[in-house]
């Protein structure tokens, strides 16, 4: 697969309100006005491979997504809406109008009799048209979440067990009305800023923001508990104000190929 930019390079573009440019078509970090937008969409953008049925595992991701509309035009006569969510996440990050798919900015490109797809089709300007294919589109699809401060799934994990895991950490978590604006005014009050400058932030610039805030204060809890005693198993999870911890994978996110040969000895 081709390496896309340096992960550095394209946040601190989206910071600075830059575009990064790939196989001719210019990036964008999306601002928090199309938040919402980009958080309906990115199930899509971001999903793991690995989980998709057998036969569209080896696909390129983009031929996969495909290869899942026309199964589903075939079992319910229309598609799952999958390569519509990866063109409008397109063009949110070319920074299109919000109707560009639908206005025929974005197209798919496919052959009518094989029903082979060639590609995703982009007009620049109106006129000028990009043809990007599977391979082209691996690139692009890191950048754009890097540029959102996201990151591609780790295809080698288990899949099973990675459900598991988030299973278990969300049954003792607390139940929260998750609320765009109150996030947007918590960021601002802390920011000092009024809530209508945090919609021009990027989403990135946003995020460092929200994890910055949410860092600290956890820092000056933990600091406390441990003034008065408190202990955690590993130690204080929140030991610096300005630096997560080294995150460690879970023993039983092992890969998908040491899963198989583990569970093939116990059988022998």
Known sequence: MEKAVDKTAAQISALRGEAIEKHGLKLWGITMGRYEEWASCKNVWLAR?????????????????WTLDMNAIDTVGKPAGFLYKI???LGMALGLRKDCVRGGDITVSADEETRKLNGILVKQNGHNAVLITADMFNAIREIVAWQQGDELPDESMNDE???????????????????LMDMEASVALACGRRIKEVLDWSILEFEFARRAIDRSKKNLICGIG???GCKWDGGNPYPSWCFDREKTVSGALIEQAKFGKSKTKKKE
């Open 49 to 65: 491979q690995s989980t998709f049925p057998v036969s569209c595992i080896m696909l390129s991701f983009l031929d996969a997504l």
């Open 87 to 89: 063109m409008y996440c």
């Open 161 to 179: 067990l990675l459900e598991t895991e988030r299973e278990l950490a969300s049954r003792n978590a607390p139940q929260l009305k998750y609320e």
């Open 226 to 228: 441990e003034t008065n």
